[in-house]
């Protein structure tokens, strides 16, 4: 558990220095390099190249990446929500969607399977669709 927080907290620590790039592919990108993370074939590939000892570590940390890009990619849209709210989106609207976005994290550190994972995500992506649909018109 301690080498779980304390991975935690680096993660935190590095995806707090990737808000200062300006782009989403740029941000992603910071925290994937924090991760050493290239892509899930590549990672696979590396892991079934190990000992037999080392491969249950190995997957085990690619599963742990995967998801943590992934809520970091949530959180990301929380950002830009925020920011939307500086270009005059309806703060009701920021707040109600940003409280979304956060059960939906929740859901997605609660759920057991990929399937359920890959439901959470589509659903978050539904989300910030409808978001943007609402604001388009309010945004400078």
């Known amino acids: 558990p301690s080498d779980k927080k304390t991975i935690c907290n ?7 220095s990737c808000w200062t790039n300006p782009t989403d592919q740029g941000r992603t990108q910071c925290i994937r390099n924090h991760l050493k993370f290239t892509t899930i ?3 696979r590939q590396a892991c079934l190249a190990l000992e037999p ?6 997957f085990q940390k690619l599963h742990d990446d995967v998801f943590t ?10 950002e830009k929500a925020e ?7 309806n703060t009701d609207t920021v707040s109600e969607f940003i409280s979304q976005v956060e ?7 609660d759920s057991e399977t990929i399937e359920e994972k890959k439901q959470i ?7 910030w669709d409808e978001f943007i649909n609402e604001i388009k018109d309010e945004v400078e």
């Open 69 to 78: 890009i992934i809520k970091f990619r949530f959180y990301n849209l929380e």
């Open 121 to 127: 995500v589509e659903e978050v992506i539904s989300l």
């Open 53 to 58: 000892e080392e491969k249950d570590e190995c």
């Open 103 to 109: 059960l939906k994290k929740q859901e997605f550190n």
């Open 10 to 16: 680096d993660n935190y620590i590095a995806a707090n």
């Open 41 to 43: 074939q590549e990672g």
């Open 83 to 89: 920011y939307f709210m500086k270009k005059g989106a």
